[in-house]
């Protein structure tokens, strides 16, 4: 049994250098004072200072994180209604619909990214064709001219936020008292009123872990960016892959060293929610179950 548990340990530590081992690679030389990605030149953080001052890095940045936040904002309010919908329906209905949920998380992004790219194109055209045909029949002059960029990048992002933010809420919502709704309205506590102070802090950790999920999918996407963003606007991540295109510099090991320290840390703080939040109900559960 003692040599099994130190195989079992050392397949698993081998399994996460794999992993991991091109990252630390990655994150050692963005420390480097030369631009080799091969010869350890000393540390300097000449590159952070550089990459801070790239105007298109900048705005990209900006970008991102605007994009984030509202996608993660947008998806939590529809999630959170989808899924109060969710465990108001039958099983059959339920789960019939929890699996459609289901359909884009294990879709493939470029999939994804290509039917949406494709969706806002037909969108545009259909809009274009009732615009000409409104400008004819009424002698109108309107020429509103809709493209991809910002609005529908975001779109986009809220898309596939939203079922991050369901799969968040509805464990939360199976372990609340299906009649506690009807006892705050028992006992004079209106409709919205009773969900705000009744339901809602309930639902609050799931809805929480739901949008850091949301907020770090969003920052962390490239290939549905790609497709639905145009030539107007530019990610954090779309950025890194044209950089690396024209040439690779040390900036990119930076810029990758932060993406990734920013991602760890929300994956972090959404597991030790998670798990604070089991041992919170398992402590509940054991101080009510009245002892034999």
């Known amino acids: ?18 992993l991991y081992a091109p990252i ?13 990605r091969t010869v350890w030149g000393g540390f300097s953080l000449q590159w952070y200072g550089r990459l801070f001052q790239d105007s298109a890095i900048l705005s990209a940045l900006q ?15 529809a999630g959170t209604a989808a899924a109060i919908g969710f465990a108001a329906m039958k099983r059959r209905s339920r789960h019939m619909l929890m699996s459609i949920n289901n359909i884009p998380l294990t879709n493939a992004d470029i999939v994804t990214g290509v039917s949406l790219s494709l969706l806002f194109m037909l969108a545009f ?8 045909w409104v400008n004819a029949t009424f002698g109108t002059s309107l020429s509103f001219h809709w493209d991809k960029g910002f609005g529908t990048m975001l779109i986009a992002h809220v898309t596939f936020d939203i079922p991050y933010v369901i799969l968040s809420v509805m464990p939360r919502l199976r372990q609340l008292d299906p009649h506690i709704y009807e006892a705050a309205q028992d006992l004079g506590a209106r409709g919205f009123y009773a969900f705000r102070k009744v339901i809602l802090p309930d639902l609050m950790p799931g809805i929480v872990n739901g949008v850091i999920i949301a907020f770090t999918m ?6 549905i960016s790609y497709f639905t963003a145009g030539n107007k606007v530019s990610t954090l991540a779309m950025e890194v892959y044209s950089m690396a295109r024209r040439r690779i510099s040390p900036e990119i090991n930076a810029i990758s060293t932060l993406l990734f320290v920013s991602v760890l840390a929300l994956l972090v703080i959404v597991n030790l ?12 559960k054991a101080t009510l179950t009245p002892k034999q």
């Open 1 to 18: 049994m003692k040599k099994n548990h130190f195989g079992n340990r050392a397949f698993l530590a081998l399994i996460f250098l794999f």
């Open 24 to 36: 630390f690679v990655l994150i050692v030389f963005s420390f480097n004072a030369t631009k080799s």
């Open 63 to 77: 970008t991102t994180l605007l994009v984030s936040v509202l996608a993660s904002l947008i998806a939590m309010l």
């Open 125 to 132: 055209a259909v809009f274009s064709t009732a615009q000409s």
């Open 218 to 223: 969003s920052v962390d996407d490239f290939v």
């Open 273 to 284: 929610r998670q798990a604070r939040q089991d041992s919170a109900a398992r402590h509940q």
